[in-house]
C-alpha cells in the first residue's frame, strides 16, 4: 500500500513537471465559471488538414461522466459492470452489480495515477454508469456516484477525507435516470441537489462534509445542478427540482422566490442560464419559459415555450449569447437559433447533432462551448465541430470525428458525455476510453 502510494506520488510529481506554463484548467462541468466559455489562448481557428493530433488514449468503462482538468491531472468516474444488462429502456430501471470508481490520469501522458471504488449496486434506467462531472477544488476532487454516494477525495493521493451516502442519511430515492446534478463548490461551500424531506438542496462544509443547511420539499429532486447567479448585487442559488425553479439564499438555503415549472417525467435536467437580468430554463417535454429577475430579485414570467416556439433542451445545457439561445432540441434532434425576447425559432439543423445526413431523432446531443468568435461542439457521434453560431445560422467549418458512439438510445449508438477544454486540448470520453485532442494553435 505504501509502495502504491509512493508510485503514485511520484507521478503526479513528474505529470505535474511536465504541465505547459500558461495552461487553463477546466476543474468543473462547463468550465471554470460554468457557463460553457473556454477562455484559454493560443487555439486553432481551424483544423490542421488532417484533423487534429489524439495525443493519448486512456482505457476506461462506463459512464457519462464528463472529465475534469486541474493542476495537470484528469479526474473522471466510471463503472465497472459485474453483472446485470443495460437495456437503457425508457419505461424500466436496469438491475446491475458493480463497482463505481473515480480515476485520475496524468494530463500530458495518460498514465493512470490513482483510482478510487466502492461497490455500488445500480438499480435506475440507463445504467451505463455515473452521471456527474467530478468538482475540483485545490486539493480536493468531489464525486458524486449515480446512486448518490458523494466523496471528497484527495486530488494527489485519491485518499478519502469524508464521504455521504444521499439515501441512507437523507432518505433520498435514487431519480429513476440516476443521480445527474454535479456538485458546485463556491468558497468554504459544497452545494448539492440531494432529495428526501425538505433536503432537495442541502450544503455542507466542504473541508469535513459537515450540514450547514437543508431547503426544500419536491415531488422528486430531478436532475438539474445546482447554479449561482448574482443580480442587482445579490447572489442567489437555483434550484429547479420537479416542481418548481427556485432561488434561494446561498448563506441559509432560505427560499427567495419560486415559480412552478414542471417538465415531464421530473426531466429539469439542462442548468437555467442567465443573460442580465433574465433567465432562460427549458427541459423536455415543450417545458420552457423566460424569467425576468425585478430590483429586489424575485423572478417574473415573460414568456412560456409553445408546441410551435422555444427550445427544449434535455442532455445539453443551452447557450445564450446577447439576443439568442443556442441548444439542441430534445423532440427533434435539431440545433436551433432561438430568439431571446420572444421564444421564435430562427433556424434549424440536424448536421452537428444527428449527422448530415439525419432527419430527425428524439435526444439529439451536442454539447456547445464557446471560444471567442466560434463554437467547438462536441456531438454524440463522437465529433468534435469547429462551428460559428449567429441569428442568420449555423457556419460549419471543421469536422472529425475522435470517438467512437459506445451506448445506445433510440436505436441509435451515441455518446452523451460533456467533454473538458484545458491545456490547449479537449480531453473526452466514452465507455471505453479517455482521449486527448492537441487543440493549440501552431506557432507561426
Not at 484559454?40 to 493530433?53: A, H, K, L, M, Y
Not at 456538485?183 to 450544503?203: I, Q
Not at 420552457?288 to 442532455?315: F, I
Request: hydrophobic fraction near 40%; charge should be negative.
Amino acid at each position: 500500500m505504501r509502495m502504491t502510494l509512493l508510485v503514485s506520488l511520484y507521478l503526479a510529481s513528474f505529470c505535474l513537471a511536465l504541465r505547459p506554463g500558461q495552461a487553463d484548467d477546466w476543474p468543473q462541468w462547463l468550465g471554470p465559471e460554468r457557463d460553457s466559455v473556454w477562455r484559454e489562448t493560443g487555439i486553432v481557428q481551424r483544423f490542421p488538414e488532417d484533423g487534429p493530433e489524439i495525443q493519448w488514449r486512456a482505457p476506461v468503462n462506463w459512464g457519462y461522466s464528463g472529465p475534469a482538468v486541474a493542476e495537470g491531472r484528469v479526474f473522471v468516474m466510471d463503472y465497472v459492470k459485474r453483472s446485470g444488462q443495460i437495456r437503457n429502456n425508457t419505461g424500466g430501471r436496469d438491475r446491475l452489480e458493480g463497482t463505481e470508481r473515480v480515476l485520475c490520469f496524468c494530463a500530458e501522458t495518460g498514465d493512470l495515477l490513482w483510482e478510487y471504488g466502492y461497490d455500488r449496486p445500480y438499480h435506475f434506467s440507463y445504467g451505463g454508469g455515473p452521471r456527474c462531472t467530478p468538482t475540483v477544488d485545490g486539493s480536493r476532487v468531489y464525486a458524486l456516484g449515480a446512486e448518490g454516494n458523494l466523496s471528497c477525495l484527495h486530488a494527489e493521493t485519491g485518499e478519502l477525507i469524508w464521504n455521504k451516502d444521499f439515501a441512507e442519511e437523507y432518505g433520498a430515492e435514487t431519480p429513476f435516470w440516476g443521480v445527474a446534478a454535479h456538485p458546485l463548490v463556491d468558497g468554504d461551500v459544497l452545494y448539492c441537489v440531494v432529495g428526501g424531506e425538505g433536503s432537495v438542496a442541502v450544503a455542507f462544509d466542504k473541508y469535513t462534509g459537515r450540514e450547514l443547511w437543508r431547503s426544500l420539499s419536491a415531488s422528486g429532486q430531478g436532475y438539474c445542478p445546482p447554479t449561482l447567479i448574482e443580480h442587482a448585487g445579490q447572489r442567489q442559488l437555483l434550484i429547479w427540482h420537479a416542481e418548481a425553479i427556485n432561488g434561494l439564499e446561498p448563506g441559509t438555503g432560505r427560499l427567495l422566490w419560486s415559480v412552478p415549472l414542471p417538465p415531464s417525467f421530473d426531466m429539469a435536467i439542462a442548468a437555467p442560464r442567465q443573460q442580465g437580468a433574465y433567465l432562460f430554463a427549458s427541459a423536455y417535454n415543450e417545458v420552457a419559459a423566460l424569467l425576468e429577475l425585478d430590483a429586489r430579485g424575485e423572478a417574473q414570467l415573460v414568456w412560456r415555450g409553445t408546441a410551435r416556439n422555444a427550445l427544449y433542451s434535455a442532455n445539453a445545457t443551452p447557450f445564450l449569447d446577447e439576443a439568442m439561445i443556442y441548444g439542441c432540441d430534445v423532440n427533434s434532434g435539431a440545433l436551433m437559433g432561438v430568439r431571446l425576447s420572444d421564444g421564435e425559432r430562427l433556424w434549424e439543423t440536424f448536421e452537428p447533432t444527428l449527422g448530415p445526413a439525419a432527419r430527425r431523432g428524439r435526444y439529439g446531443t451536442a454539447f456547445l462551448i464557446q471560444h471567442k468568435d466560434r463554437f467547438f461542439l462536441f456531438n454524440e457521434t463522437g465529433d468534435l465541430i469547429l462551428a460559428k453560431l449567429s441569428p442568420e445560422g449555423y457556419e460549419e467549418l471543421d469536422r472529425m470525428n475522435v470517438l467512437e458512439p459506445t451506448n445506445q438510445t433510440f436505436g441509435r449508438p451515441v455518446v452523451w458525455s460533456h467533454p473538458a477544454f484545458a491545456q490547449r486540448a479537449m480531453f473526452a470520453r466514452n465507455d471505453r476510453e479517455l482521449v486527448r485532442v492537441n487543440l493549440a494553435r501552431e506557432e507561426e
